[in-house]
């Protein structure tokens, strides 16, 4: 009888360094690939890299790639689509022209006026 005993000893030596199933539920799950973990997402907004979307509990976390984003970095939100929803509309603030910024376009003298700078700027 004893190779019964050693039967019993390699079942018991398996059960010991075979992990639990119910333990690592989660890694089981990740490998399914109905319950794969979602992966992270760069965000564009047109040629410019805005940054990642990277999922964790409760959302997406945002990385910036770019200085013009760096208020967003660090950011939680609940999908990917409002992450880029709100890179969008930073991307839009910070090209859009600024009020008080000086014209571009500068009104010309015409030459036909008559001035003279001498005197303006001399008071004669």
């Given at each position: 009888m004893?190779?019964?005993?050693?039967?019993?000893?390699?079942?018991?030596?398996?059960?010991?360094?075979?992990?639990?199933?119910?333990?690592?539920?989660?890694?089981?799950?990740?490998?399914?690939?109905?319950?794969?973990?979602?992966?992270?997402?760069?965000?564009?907004?047109?040629?410019?890299?805005?940054?990642?979307?990277v999922?964790?509990?409760?959302?997406?976390?945002?990385?910036?790639?770019?200085?013009?984003?760096?208020?967003?970095?660090?950011?939680?939100?609940?999908?990917?689509?409002?992450?880029?929803?709100?890179?969008?509309?930073?991307?839009?603030?910070?090209?859009?022209?600024?009020?008080?910024?000086?014209?571009?376009?500068?009104?010309?003298?015409?030459?036909?006026?008559?001035?003279?700078?001498h005197?303006?700027?001399?008071?004669?």
């Amino acid at each position: 009888m004893p190779h019964l005993q050693q039967d019993d000893a390699r079942r018991a030596l398996n059960r010991l360094h075979t992990p639990d199933a119910r333990a690592d539920h989660l890694q089981a799950r990740a490998r399914n690939r109905l319950h794969a973990a979602p992966p992270p997402r760069v965000i564009e907004i047109g040629e410019v890299t805005a940054g990642i979307a990277v999922p964790e509990r409760g959302g997406v976390r945002f990385f910036s790639s770019e200085r013009d984003f760096d208020p967003l970095d660090g950011l939680v939100f609940r999908s990917v689509e409002q992450a880029a929803k709100a890179a969008r509309d930073r991307f839009a603030a910070r090209r859009a022209p600024r009020r008080h910024a000086v014209p571009t376009r500068l009104d010309l003298v015409r030459p036909e006026a008559d001035l003279d700078l001498h005197r303006t700027a001399y008071g004669r």
